[in-house]
């Protein structure tokens, strides 16, 4: 093993003894110190409570808008039949309108008129001419014999009107 020198007695630069370190200032702080940014932050603040609030109250009014979309899931899933899936369709539909818009403007409505102010609710219309033939005779002919792809086009445009047609009229 390598025996190394001794250190020396005196530790150090031998030129900068006796002087002093120089302190740093403290900090910046970084929160603004003028009167004014206090006012802007409690104005965004309230800003950010009342935008809160509103969207709250928003997601309030458009849960019959998630729920009809979950028992829409489930009659697909649950329906493999769809002569079966027909009229529990048509009856989703106007149990979402009622909720949505008043019971005297929906509860009289059938047939072709149901179909017709369903697209009216919605900037583009979306139900096809073949999809409004089977809503409309929904209710009378419940069984009607449906190919897959019209009843998979009707489920489509289905879910589309219930996420996209006009919000409830009380809010």
Known sequence: MIEL???PEVWGNYVIKGIAEVLS???ISWWPQAPGWKYVAIILGLLAIWYGWRRWQWWLQNRYRREAARVLQKLVDTHRDSRE???PLAKLLKAT???AFERREIAPLS???WVRWLNEQLPE???CENSSRLLAQAQYRPR???DSNS???LVDQTRCWIHNHRGPAHA
């Open 85 to 87: 899936m027909l009229y």
């Open 151 to 153: 009843m998979a086009q």
């Open 25 to 27: 200032p403290q900090a």
């Open 111 to 113: 047939g072709e008129a």
């Open 125 to 127: 219309a979306v139900f």
């Open 5 to 7: 020198p001794p250190l």
């Open 144 to 146: 009607t014999e449906i």
């Open 97 to 99: 309108a009622l909720q």
